[in-house]
Nanobody
Framework: VQLQASGGGLVEAGGSLKLSCAAS????????VAWLRQRPGEEREFVAA????????FHVDSVKGRLAISRDRAKKTAYLQMNTLKPEDTAVYYC???????????????????WGQGTLVTVSS
């Protein structure tokens, strides 16, 4: 499966953006798609994941209520709706895919083997 992330840009604090992750070249029925981000000078961190078959989601506590993952099965596209953005949300956002779902809260970048190219989100104060 190949992934193409898009939708990043420059936004003022308090604003919103919606990122897209278009998948091609395979099926996602038994997979989970996630968004991860990498802030300047930091390691890549997990943000949210969605189980493709039934839409089950998991978000890290720090983004709950502001960022939300979703998917459109017909379009084979996952989304990250980002509201009430803060300067600390500035990062390159990546989408990634893995086979199956991970039970529990210990998600990390090591759980994913296929990645999109990343899209830059810059939040100005």
């Amino acid at each position: 499966v190949q992934l193409q992330a898009s939708g990043g840009g420059l936004v003022e604090a308090g604003g919103s953006l919606k990122l897209s992750c278009a998948a091609s070249g395979g099926t996602l029925n038994d997979h989970s798609v996630a968004w991860l981000r990498q802030r300047p000078g930091e390691e890549r961190e997990f943000v949210a994941a969605i189980r493709w078959a039934d839409g089950r989601t998991f978000h890290v506590d720090s983004v709950k209520g502001r960022l939300a993952i979703s998917r459109d099965r017909a379009k084979k596209t996952a989304y990250l709706q980002m509201n009430t953005l803060k300067p600390e949300d500035t990062a390159v956002y990546y989408c990634a895919v893995r086979f199956g779902w991970k039970v529990g809260s210990g998600w990390s970048s090591a759980d994913f083997g296929s990645w999109g190219q990343g899209t830059l989100v810059t939040v100005s104060s």
